[in-house]
T-cell receptor, first 112, second 116 residues
């Protein structure tokens, strides 16, 4: 398994502000993944973060809205920029460990 | 295109009943992986199983069992003698061998409620 820590675990944010979510893994991994789970919905991949290169975004997600950093092999951040109520979701960090994808506990954001 | 369908939105059973959660998938890839995850009310996603497309053997782990049938593109999950702690949302997911690892296509989830 993998130990994945996310901060914050939850937050309430004001419209128009930005929030950065941190993800720390207990060992080095090549790729880290960011998913979004909107209320009552399934999970959708936002982007894949490789250390030393720009993140690869999925259709419907753009860097200006969801900038990602990957400064080393155990850490990544996802920023949700210029938030609106539609961004209220759980954001989850995940890593692939020998073919098994493990998830952090998620960061539950509520945008007012 | 890849797709995962979990037709059962909600299931409610009484403790000790057996329950099967259905999962039907679509993919054009010959090599792919199927997953099941559990999401309890606390919100974290718990990995349950990964199965590759070349392994059609059924798997049993305690009270959990999985039935993979390529002929019907299904990967169903059965909980035997359900318990209240099994109450959660269960997600089935699909990953192509040719995708970057970690890109999962999730079904909409089935919310299982086990009553005492």
């Amino acid at each position: 398994s993998a130990v994945i820590s996310q901060k914050p675990s939850r937050d309430i944010c004001q419209r128009g502000t930005s929030l950065t979510i941190q993800c720390q893994v207990d060992s080095q991994v090549t790729m880290m993944f960011w998913y979004r789970q909107q209320p009552g919905q399934s999970l959708t991949l936002i982007a894949t973060a490789n250390q030393g290169s720009e993140a690869t975004y999925e259709s419907g997600f753009v860097i200006d809205k969801f900038p990602i950093s990957r400064p080393n092999l155990t850490f990544s951040t996802l920023t949700v920029s210029n938030m609106s109520p539609e961004d209220s979701s759980i954001y989850l960090c995940s890593v692939d460990r020998l073919g098994e994808l493990f998830f952090g506990e998620g960061s539950r954001l509520t945008v007012l | 295109a890849q797709k995962v369908t979990q037709a059962q939105t909600e299931i409610s059973v009484v403790e000790k009943e057996d329950v099967t959660l259905d999962c039907v998938y679509e993919t054009r890839d010959t090599t792919y992986y199927l997953f099941w995850y559990k999401q309890p009310p606390s919100g974290e996603l718990v990995f349950l199983i990964r199965r590759n497309s070349f392994d059609e053997q059924n798997e049993i782990s305690g009270r959990y069992s999985w039935n993979f049938q390529k002929s019907t593109s299904s990967f169903n999950f059965t909980i035997t003698a359900s318990q209240v702690v099994d109450s959660a949302v269960y997600f089935c997911a699909l990953s192509s061998h040719y995708n970057q690892g970690g890109k999962l296509i999730f079904g909409q989830g089935t919310e299982l409620s086990v009553k005492p």
